[in-house]
């Protein structure tokens, strides 16, 4: 066969994969979720919108989640190709304080590359950077900013939040104690259906939170 030949073959599989159909990635041509608070058991939801959580010694809460199924081209081995991201607003910093300010949300919401906003507490004015120097902050979703994170590296977003992957009940457990009785606070949760090549659909929610 000549070489012009070969260049034609390659050029038409070329010509085919470029041209391949990726369908809708839900199986009802409507991609949907809900997310809800699970735990403890008589949490409720509001006229006003809120989740009001009764704090009776308990040190975690569980957001619990429905996600619509994928299509067969988005599953693999059985293994469903969706992903959802858990974050939270809410931090918790040494002993006796805490404060809520979306440093590195899910949802893109951050403070300026320099760590400059400065938080109020009583008659005194934290700045970020001097709590990652002293003591990194836990966020109640279970992670932690140090003086050493990268806050604009390429990977940077995959190192906040708590992921849930190839699951249709994605759910998380959120850090909760006795001071942070009478606050509120917000849950932010991504979901991606098709977390590979393909069609893509995010969906976001947040759920508003009061601890009672």
Same mark, same amino acid.
């Given at each position: 066969? !000549? ?6 073959? =390659?050029?038409?599989? &070329? ?8 369908? *809708?990635?839900?199986?009802?041509? !409507? ?9 403890? !058991? +008589?949490?409720?939801?509001?006229? +006003? ?9 308990? !040190? ?9 199924? &994928? ?7 059985? /293994?469903?190709?969706?992903?959802? /991201?858990? @974050? =939270? @607003?809410?931090?918790? #910093? ?11 949300? /899910?949802?893109? #919401? ?23 120097? +002293? ?7 279970? *992670? ?17 939040? =708590?992921?849930? $992957? ?16 009478? @606050?509120?606070? $917000? ?7 098709? =977390? ?15 601890? @009672?």
């Amino acid at each position: 066969m !000549k070489i012009h030949q070969y260049f034609l073959i =390659s050029l038409f599989f &070329l010509g085919c994969e470029e041209d391949r159909y990726y369908p *809708y990635p839900c199986k009802d041509g !409507k991609c949907n979720s809900v997310f809800f608070v699970d735990e403890p !058991k +008589n949490s409720r939801l509001d006229e +006003n919108g809120y989740w009001r959580i009764p704090y009776q010694g308990l !040190k975690y809460f569980t957001v619990k989640g429905q996600v619509d199924e &994928l299509q067969d081209d988005y599953v693999v081995n059985e /293994v469903p190709l969706v992903e959802t /991201v858990f @974050d =939270s @607003d809410y931090w918790v #910093w040494i002993n006796n304080l805490s404060f809520t300010i979306p440093v590195y949300s /899910v949802l893109s #919401w951050f403070t300026d590359g320099e760590f400059n906003n400065p938080i109020p507490v009583g008659e005194y004015t934290i700045y970020l950077t001097d709590i990652f120097d +002293n003591e990194p902050p836990l966020n109640i979703t279970g *992670y932690q900013i140090t003086e050493n994170t990268c806050m604009d590296c390429p990977y940077t977003p995959t190192l906040f939040g =708590s992921y849930s $992957k190839y699951t249709y009940k994605p759910q998380h457990s959120f850090y909760m104690d006795e001071r942070m009785v009478g @606050d509120s606070l $917000k849950v932010f949760v991504k979901v991606i259906f098709n =977390s590979d090549i393909g069609e893509r659909v995010e969906m976001e929610h947040v759920l508003n939170i009061i601890i @009672d």
